[in-house]
């Protein structure tokens, strides 16, 4: 059974950072290509913004700006998201799942709220 767990969200002021952990069981993180997602407070659509491969390699949106970034710790079975210079717009819950989701495995998510 597939089970993710967020945390390490909060309310941080512009400019702040934020490492988001995202620890996994009943995936292998070796094999699977994972991915960050957000959702905006009241939107409708999750979308991806950071994806990682089990060779390493990764992938952002082009306007995200190289604020983000994945990585893993596969001994602990957990994802990261470094998340730096922190914009209103990024105020979200953010998850993780395998890429692409499969809808059964979303976990309940870390808010993020930024603000002045």
């Known amino acids: 059974q597939v089970q993710l767990v967020e945390s390490g969200g909060g309310s941080v002021q512009p400019g702040g950072s934020l490492r988001l952990s995202c620890v996994t069981s009943?995936?292998?993180?070796?094999?699977?290509?994972m991915g960050w997602y957000r959702q905006a407070l009241g939107g409708q659509t999750r979308e991806l913004v950071a994806?990682?491969?089990?060779?390493?390699?990764?992938l952002y949106p082009s306007y995200l700006k190289g604020r983000f970034s994945i990585s893993t710790d596969k001994a602990a079975n957990t994802l990261y998201l470094q998340i730096d210079d922190l914009e209103p717009k990024d105020t979200a819950v953010y998850y993780c799942?395998?890429?692409?989701?499969?809808?059964?495995?979303w976990g309940p998510g870390t808010l993020v709220t930024v603000s002045s």
């Open positions: 799942n395998t890429q692409p989701p499969y809808s059964e495995n």
């Open positions: 009943g995936i292998d993180l070796s094999i699977n290509v």
């Open positions: 994806r990682l491969t089990s060779a390493g390699h990764t």
